[in-house]
């Protein structure tokens, strides 16, 4: 994430070696480069050419690096003889460094929920001593970032439960290491075992079809409110064991005549051809997992784009692991074409459904495009 490294600057500057300084002020650079609103109140740069000093998100033209000098906040700029910018005015940004520090914090530990978070993680990760960590935390938040962190898995359990996932599936999936662990932090917050809770939380019928396709079976789940999931494999039995895993407690019926359309759109989509733009879908997601998929369905047929390059088009360029599990999670494969993501170096990397498939879907999409 492009905050991480960049909130606790104030004191690395001070007592870090040069080249971590030089780093820090590449980082800025780089930060006005890409007008990068999330650093808004970390850091203001000045411009010497012309006496004034912006923000980084400032969408002015760009100076030249030779005329540029970085400053923690908007005295600094002012103390060095710079004027305040009137077009993005960098003095009305919230520049409390104690806040933004812990906002970063709610938002890294949001994204890599599924990790095994502690507190001498999060202080490594954001340069402070447990200690100061802590206390800043809960003099911002109100609570310790152990008791926000148990809040988020929390509600990514009950979510997950409510998706119709079994407790093992659950339970990883929010970070938890263990069953024993789920059920003793739970139990009492959802005011049953979490076994308890699936039950009754889930009541959705999925209506479902299979069929032959360019990749083999395909399976497609819909509830009444759209597509829930596509799914790909060499037989039905395991498309059929793998509807079940995902939606173990729901009434599953197949219905290969109410879904015949959805199964002609994807078709055409597979093959890289024009299709129904309004396919229903029914997913749930994190925040994060949303603006990720979002930006997965504006890639063009036939290109393709880096994780690092999805990171950054969602503003969060440090972000490149977590986009790479929210393409592993993505439940709807074609509709949300986590194919169209490859590595950095051109190597396609993986795919929830077998290397051969995604390449096999890009050189299909790349032919109906020549």
């Not at 396709?213 to 399976?219: A, W």
């Not at 036939?302 to 972000?319: D, F, H, L, N, Q």
């Not at 592993?328 to 396609?348: K, Q, S």
Request: one cysteine or more.
């Amino acid at each position: 994430m492009a905050t991480n490294a960049i909130l606790s600057e104030r004191e690395a500057m001070k007592r870090t070696p040069e080249s971590t300084t030089e780093q820090i002020k590449h980082r800025r650079w780089q930060a006005v480069l890409d007008r990068d609103g999330s650093l808004d109140g970390t850091f203001v740069f000045g411009v010497s050419s012309t006496g004034i000093f912006c923000r980084p998100s400032c969408p002015a033209k760009r100076p030249r690096r030779e005329n540029v000098s970085f400053y923690d906040h908007a005295l600094q700029a002012e103390q060095a003889g710079y004027r305040a910018c009137l077009r993005c005015r960098p003095k009305a940004v919230d520049g409390n460094p104690q806040s933004a520090m812990v906002r970063a914090m709610c938002r890294y530990i949001e994204q890599h929920i599924e990790d095994r978070l502690t507190l001498s993680q999060l202080a490594k990760e954001f340069r402070r001593s447990s200690f100061h960590l802590q206390r800043t935390f809960k003099s911002v938040l109100g609570v310790s970032p152990k008791a926000y962190i148990d809040a988020v898995r929390l509600r990514q359990v009950k979510q997950n439960l409510q998706a119709g996932h079994d407790v093992t599936t659950a339970l990883y999936a929010a970070g938890y290491g263990s069953s024993s662990r789920l059920y003793e932090r739970t139990a009492t917050q959802l005011g049953m075992t979490p076994e308890k809770y699936r039950r009754g939380a889930v009541a959705a019928v999925v209506r479902y079809t299979i069929a032959g396709s360019l990749l083999g079976r395909m399976l497609i789940a819909a509830t009444g409110k759209g597509i829930c999931a596509i799914q790909f494999a060499d037989s039905d039995h395991e498309l059929q064991q793998g509807l079940m895993r995902e939606f173990p407690f729901a009434t599953r019926r197949r219905d290969d005549d109410a879904m015949a359309e959805w199964r002609v759109n994807l078709t055409r989509l597979m093959e890289g051809r024009e299709a129904n733009p309004s396919l229903p879908l029914d997913i749930r997601a994190t925040a994060f997992q949303r603006r990720v998929w979002e930006a997965l369905q504006r890639i063009p047929r036939g290109e393709t784009r880096s994780y690092s390059a999805v990171a950054k088009k969602i503003g969060m360029p440090k972000a490149t692991r977590a986009v790479a599990r929210a393409c592993a999670t993505n439940p709807v494969a074609i509709a949300i074409p986590c194919h169209r993501v490859i590595r950095e170096d051109g190597d396609l990397g993986g795919y929830r459904w077998g290397i051969e498939r995604k390449e096999q879907l890009l050189a299909l999409e790349k032919a109906a495009g020549a």
